[in-house]
Every structure is written in structure tokens, then in C-alpha cells.
């Protein structure tokens, strides 16, 4: 398994932006495609975009669609959130994920988790 570390969650007013980052353990990153998650309180932890193995197809929730990018850095083992126009429903800890086979949005299908980042949008 891949070990992940999340960074870059904090507090930011609405509208404004954030970049998530998740370092990975190893050498078979490049293996692995990723996920990001987000969780708020009370709730189910949902998909929020993944990424193909080189990065050529991207995936999002269409919460999230127009506004967060997800990509990945292979040389750097490095998968990255650029979260903006940020919103108070996007209140959440933020999780990074990995699994090796295709995209899925189901997180109990990811093998590798993060122990998350908060991030807190104030309204």
C-alpha cells in the first residue's frame, strides 16, 4: 500500500481559493489512480474528483465541477486540489485516496487513505 499525507486545508473567506496537497510514500505512485473525498460533519464522506494514473482523465462532482482541478505531479508523488470560488458547503475534511485499478467514486473501493486536512470556508 501507498502511504498519504494531506496538506494545504485552513480557513478562507467564501470566494476564495485553496490548494490541497497530498504527498504519497513509494515508487509505484504513478500505479495508483487517486481520489479526493471530503467529509462534513454529520454527513457521508463523498467524492469530490479523481484522476487517471498519468493524468489524462480527470473526474469531478458536479458540486465541484468548474471550480476544483485536480492534478498530479508523478515525479513529485504528488496529487493536488486546486479548490476556488470556494463556498461555505465546502466545509469539510478533505481526504486523498488511492487505489490501483480504474476511476471509481465509491470511497469504501479506495485501499489508501489520508488522515485528512480541515478545510473551513466562513461565510
Known amino acids: 500500500q501507498v502511504q498519504l499525507v494531506e496538506s494545504g486545508g485552513g480557513l478562507v473567506q467564501a470566494g476564495g481559493s485553496l490548494r490541497l496537497s497530498c504527498a504519497a510514500s513509494g515508487r509505484t505512485f504513478s500505479s495508483y489512480t487517486m481520489g479526493w473525498f471530503r467529509q462534513a460533519p454529520g454527513k457521508e464522506r463523498e467524492f469530490v474528483a479523481a484522476i487517471t494514473r498519468i493524468g489524462s482523465n480527470t473526474y469531478y462532482a458536479d458540486s465541484v465541477k468548474g471550480r476544483f482541478t485536480i492534478s498530479r505531479d508523478n515525479a513529485k508523488n504528488t496529487v493536488y486540489l486546486q479548490m476556488n470560488s470556494l463556498e461555505p458547503e465546502d466545509t469539510a475534511v478533505y481526504y486523498c485516496?488511492?487505489?490501483?485499478?480504474?476511476?471509481?467514486?465509491?470511497?469504501?473501493?479506495?485501499?489508501?487513505w489520508g488522515q485528512g486536512t480541515q478545510v473551513t470556508v466562513s461565510s
Open positions: 485516496a488511492a487505489r490501483l485499478g480504474a476511476v471509481v467514486r465509491t470511497p469504501g473501493l479506495f485501499g489508501s
